[in-house]
């Protein structure tokens, strides 16, 4: 049975990631290009990595990745996050 604590702790990370990928997205379609917007723009890249990093070191996460249990829910959850960095 999944932890309700850490399925919640999964969901906020995932809604957090959705975030920094819309801010990014929004840095990108920015037309301006100055020395401050390119920092935020590498500050929200290293946020997005850490949220990640976050979502990955997760017990419930680790478990379904190593077991290949839950493939669907796992496939959905990295989804969009993962498509948006191609």
Known sequence: MLDPLA???SYT??????EELNKLK???ASSTSTLGTICNGLSGLQE???CLDEL???QSIQQALS???HEKWV???LDGPV???H
């Not at 990370?13 to 959705?18: A, D, F, G, H, N």
């Open 26 to 28: 929004n840095w990108e």
């Open 7 to 9: 399925c919640l702790r």
């Open 13 to 18: 990370t995932t809604l957090k990631i959705q």
């Open 67 to 69: 077991h290949h249990q």
């Open 56 to 58: 990955l070191s997760l």
């Open 83 to 85: 498509r948006f960095m």
């Open 48 to 50: 997005l990595y850490k």
């Open 75 to 77: 496939n959905e959850l």
